[in-house]
């Protein structure tokens, strides 16, 4: 049986976090495709409860949810699974969950069902350094001679469903992190490549503005560590 994890913070806590979102995007909508792009705050959190505890997962796509009723979805965590959490909306939290095998798992989830775990400070260097994966995307961290920066470097592709049909997409570029992130640029140029990279615990959020490659190519996701 399929079940994913979300976690949470404190109640008390997490209400002081950002909500906004994607502009023009539903109040309502927590959505893989724009999870790590419709925040700048990101909590790492645990669900409630022991084992045999379930807090559900819950729609999008009626005007009512994620309110209980028809919004309720199959898919779940138990206590003590680990959820990545963006933003509130009412009594839910948008929340991420990667099943140690399969796709990972967007949804609503009840915030009373979750809690946080201690903040992360600043990571450290060496925190960075290796090639950090989400699907068939790649961005590689190593260590540059100017004390306090690293050399950055990615790829990412698109397959369409046409033999031959493939964009791709590139990152290289010196970065000094600050507070746990990297701010990537090509240029100011609005049509240059953008993306923000933030260290969450052994998660790297990647966030880009869709001009990092050719159609369809996006860094966008989160990222674990590739083991040596």
Same mark, same amino acid.
């Given at each position: 049986?399929? #079940?994913?994890? &979300? !976690?949470? /913070?404190?109640? *008390?806590?997490?209400?002081g976090?950002?909500?906004?979102?994607? =502009?023009?995007?539903?109040?309502?909508w927590?959505?893989d495709?724009?999870?790590?792009?419709d925040?700048?705050?990101?909590?790492?959190?645990?669900?409630?409860?022991?084992?045999?505890?379930?807090?559900?997962?819950?729609?999008?796509?009626?005007?009512?949810?994620?309110?209980?009723?028809?919004?309720?979805?199959k898919?779940?965590?138990?206590?003590?699974?680990?959820?990545?959490?963006?933003?509130?909306?009412?009594?839910?939290?948008?929340?991420?969950?990667?099943?140690?095998?399969? #796709?990972?798992? &967007? !949804?609503? /989830?009840?915030? *009373?069902?979750?809690?946080?775990?201690?903040?992360?400070g600043? =990571?450290?260097?060496?925190?960075?350094?290796?090639?950090?994966?989400?699907?068939?995307?790649?961005?590689?961290?190593?260590?540059?001679?100017?004390p306090?920066?690293?050399?950055?470097?990615?790829?990412?592709?698109?397959?369409?469903a046409n033999?031959?049909?493939?964009h791709?997409?590139?990152?290289?570029?010196?970065y000094?992190?600050?507070?746990?992130?990297?701010?990537?640029?090509?240029g100011?140029?609005?049509?240059?490549?953008?993306?923000?990279?933030?260290?969450?615990?052994?998660?790297?959020? &990647?966030?880009?503005?869709?001009?990092?490659?050719?159609?369809?190519?996006?860094?966008?996701?989160?990222?674990?560590k590739?083991?040596?």
């Open positions: 049986m399929m #079940r994913v994890l &979300v !976690g949470v /913070i404190s109640v *008390a806590l997490f209400a976090l950002a909500v906004a979102q994607m =502009p023009g995007n539903p109040e309502n927590c959505r495709g724009f999870f790590t792009r925040s700048q705050t990101f909590r790492i959190t645990v669900a409630n409860g022991g084992r045999a505890a379930k807090a559900y997962f819950y729609n999008d796509d009626r005007d009512e949810c994620p309110e209980p009723g028809m919004c309720q979805r898919a779940f965590v138990v206590g003590g699974d680990e959820l990545i959490v963006n933003r509130s909306f009412g009594d839910y939290s948008c929340a991420w969950y990667a099943p140690t095998s399969g #796709r990972p798992t &967007v !949804g609503w /989830i009840k915030t *009373a069902d979750l809690r946080f775990n201690n903040l992360f600043d =990571p450290l260097e060496r925190t960075w350094l290796g090639e950090w994966t989400y699907g068939d995307n790649s961005i590689e961290f190593t260590a540059n001679k100017l306090g920066f690293l050399n950055v470097t990615g790829n990412a592709s698109w397959v369409g033999p031959g049909n493939v791709v997409g590139e990152l290289d570029g010196r000094e992190p600050k507070n746990g992130v990297i701010d990537y640029s090509d100011d140029n609005e049509y240059d490549c953008k993306a923000t990279m933030r260290l969450l615990g052994r998660y790297l959020i &990647v966030a880009d503005n869709l001009k990092c490659g050719g159609v369809n190519v996006t860094f966008s996701g989160i990222y674990r590739k083991q040596k």
